[in-house]
């Protein structure tokens, strides 16, 4: 599969000094359209020129301009006649040609301004979402995906959009195309029996294969109308974490505090336990906040930059995409599934089926997203915990030394303890597994809060293009410095979303 067009080499052949003048308008008008030269465009266009002319492979001049995403350069040809549809030898339109290209604004123009069909089929059978995802273009992906381009349409091999992207192992687009569709994608089989999955096996794509056979499996237990699998995805971990600390509480009580066979408790050990199992049902409390509270789901109609399609509304026919200054031209905006245009950090969560602001992860022992809204819960809650189960453990040592001269002096002290005290050996395991899952939770938390910088953010940096300075390296917009990340976030209780100006936003627009 390759793409028709070579920068004109075609072209450049038959620039021969025998050259007609009718073939030399079309040869100057297809340059232009090419490199955007409107003024030349016109000029041709008014001394006798034919919009429509076409190249050896049968291309017009707004097949060209698609190579580069010369939309002014369209405008003019448009305007003047250019037939929109016009297809060359392949079956290739000017969407199929911008699709191949990446050129997704481009697409975006002539699919908003000159109605365009973005769901047109080539001679093979193929439609821009074919293209797109076989190259691997993930925005013009989502812009399809964005405005309902069809899934489930198979080429002359039997292959989908889906078999294409897993055929060339590009993961995002499998991802995106995962996410916007349903199952029966991926159990399409091509004319060679093969599904998206044993494609992307069979061309060594094994990342790709183990996503798509695991989405396979996972989509079997959800889209089976098993509604009782379905609740149970929702409901996560959290009752499993709520029954461990439920349990380590009941423990620490019985088998620690109250055993018989450990000494009397003194003052300062009653003060500390006291204070301890305050906090674990602070922890409680606190565990209920993050996993009951909204992590900032992005509503349709909700503030912000986010808008969506409602009914017959188009969010993209709102914006002009040339000259907005509230959107510009950041594909990753769009969500293919919520048909929102949503905040910059934000993500959408196929778990919870809803686009969070300033994502952070979708978190299963919470079974909860952690987002703007929630985020400060969650930390305090992993604080909260850090500091009990860390109390817990040292009360139980201390609870275990001071038990050790009544011991018998065979055997070892361990020995000992887990025969004496099983309860409060096992509390001190459980609790010790916890606090170190715990410790390393707050840390991350508290050095991506201090640098005002999302867990999604920092896994999938190189994806985002707002991540990236001048010289394409990593830089975050959003840090305000320690001080002010760390107060704007105990303060208000999500961090500051002003980007510090830098010209590398710009640049992003395609
Ligand atoms: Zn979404």
Known sequence: MATSKSSGGSLRRKGTPSLSPMLMATTLLQWAALNNYTDI?????????????????????????????????????????????????????AVHIAAQYGQTGFLYHIMAKHGADFDASDTDGR?????????????????????????????????????????????????????????????????SGFTPAQLA???????????????TRVRGNIFEENICSRKMGKIGYAPILLFIIMILIVLFIN?????????????????WSLSG????????????RCSSKDPGYIKPNSGGSATRAGGSEDPLSNIDIDNSTIWTGNWSQLCPTCKIIRPVRSKHCPTCKHCVEQFDHHCPWIS???????????????????????????????????????????GSWIHQMISEHPGAVAFLVMDSILLNGLIVLTVAQASQIARNITTNELA????????????GRFRNPYNH??????????????????????????????
């Not at 250019?82 to 297809?87: I, N, S």
């Not at 985020?375 to 809650?381: A, T």
């Open 127 to 191: 439609s821009p979402l074919h293209w797109s995802a076989y190259k691997g273009f993930v925005d013009t992906v989502r812009l399809l995906l964005f405005k309902d381009a069809y899934q489930g349409r198979q080429d002359k091999d039997g292959c989908t959009p889906l078999h294409w992207a897993a055929l060339r192992g590009n993961a995002e687009a499998c991802t995106m195309l995962l996410h916007a569709g349903t199952k029966k994608e991926l159990l399409v089989k091509n004319r």
């Open 277 to 288: 199992v305050s906090l674990a049902f602070g922890s409680l409390y606190m565990l209920y």
């Open 481 to 510: 410095g320690c001080q002010k990340n760390c107060t704007d976030f105990l303060i208000r209780g999500y961090s500051n979303d002003d980007e510090i100006a830098w010209p590398s936003l710009q640049q992003a627009t395609p």
């Open 460 to 471: 999938n940096a190189v994806r985002y293009s707002y991540l990236r300075g001048p010289e």
């Open 41 to 93: 465009a016109y000029y041709v266009i008014e001394h006798g020129g034919n919009v429509n002319a076409v190249d050896g492979s049968q291309q017009t001049a707004l097949h060209w301009a698609a190579v580069r995403g010369a939309t002014a350069a369209a405008d003019v040809l448009l305007q003047n006649g250019a037939r929109l549809e016009a297809a060359d030898l392949n079956g290739y339109r």
């Open 255 to 271: 088998s620690v505090l109250a055993a018989p066979n450990f000494p009397k408790v003194t003052a300062m050990v009653g003060l």
């Open 368 to 410: 909860n997203c952690v987002g703007k809204k929630n985020k400060w819960d969650f930390f305090i809650f992993v604080c909260l915990g850090t500091l009990t189960a860390f109390i817990g453990a040292s009360i139980t040592i201390h609870r275990m030394w001071t038990a050790s001269p009544l011991l018998s002096s065979s």
């Open 201 to 215: 096996s069979d061309n060594g794509h094994q990342r790709v294969a183990y996503m798509l056979s695991n989405a």
